[in-house]
């Protein structure tokens, strides 16, 4: 007679696959020791509101803040709008402006980002092709940053809007100035579960972890958060699900 897994054997199952999911592409690359990666605990968050301007034409504003227990609490802020143009059911533009601005000493942070994209959505798939133009206050020249991204969904059971996720986002620098130099920069991964609240409401929670690749003689760094980002969507058409 075949024996069903026991509940306490499946959560165990889940939490090492979890772990498995975003440990998978740092195998790919040649890793430092430990003891030359430096690790950070954080916590972000993302606020979005999402308005229809028109049927094919929506405009988000976002709000987001990241705390770090190295620094001492929060350290980076960014506020920003999008707007984004739904060519059809798979194919989305998008065009915005970002603020980022820096706290805890980290004034370095601040600059202002112009970010294009666009978005295809098949099944469950969702994948993101960004760039941003990145203007520091402090230094002269213009960074640009290409940030691929690809997301899978899986619908838990029969509630709406309910599923797990998982995604991975490359950053890769195309141009060196004096405030960044060209390469494959940094990746990050998220595991995590798509909540829905309310009507138009829903939540992604979910563990991130990024890393930065040790680069100009500096060392690696890997930062392990808790991530959540809630949404308010009064669009009549889905909201594609990506964190940022």
């Not at 890793?31 to 950070?40: G, I, K, N, R, S």
């Not at 099944?123 to 941003?132: A, S």
């Not at 930065?212 to 809630?230: D, E, N, P, S, Y």
Request: charged content about 25%.
């Amino acid at each position: 007679m075949e024996r069903r897994p026991q509940p306490r054997l499946r959560r165990v199952q889940l939490l090492n696959l979890a772990r498995a999911l975003c440990a998978a592409p740092l195998l790919v690359v040649a890793q430092p020791a430990t003891a030359q990666t430096v690790e950070d605990s954080q916590l972000w968050w993302q606020l979005n509101a999402v308005a229809p301007l028109s049927k094919t034409v929506r405009l988000t504003l976002e709000q987001i803040g990241r705390l770090s227990d190295d620094e001492g609490g929060l350290y980076q802020t960014e506020v920003g709008t999008l707007l984004g143009y739904k060519a059809n059911s798979h194919v989305e533009l998008g065009f915005g402006y970002r603020r980022v601005g820096g706290h805890n000493g980290q004034r370095d942070a601040d600059e202002d980002r112009i970010r294009q994209h666009v978005i295809l959505t098949f099944g469950r798939f969702t994948g993101r092709f960004r760039v941003d133009e990145r203007f520091r206050d402090d230094r002269p020249g213009v960074g640009i940053r290409i940030r691929p991204l690809l997301r899978y969904n899986l619908p838990i059971g029969r509630t709406k809007g309910l599923a797990a996720f998982y995604s991975h986002e490359s950053f890769f620098l195309p141009n060196t100035t004096v405030f960044q130099r060209s390469g494959y920069e940094r990746m990050r991964n998220i595991v995590g579960v798509t909540l829905p609240i309310a009507k138009g409401v829903s939540a992604d929670m979910g563990y991130l972890n990024q890393y930065r690749f040790a680069r100009a003689g500096g060392r690696a760094q890997m930062v392990h958060a808790l991530t959540v980002q809630m949404t308010l969507s009064m669009t009549p058409h889905p909201t594609p699900k990506l964190d940022d």
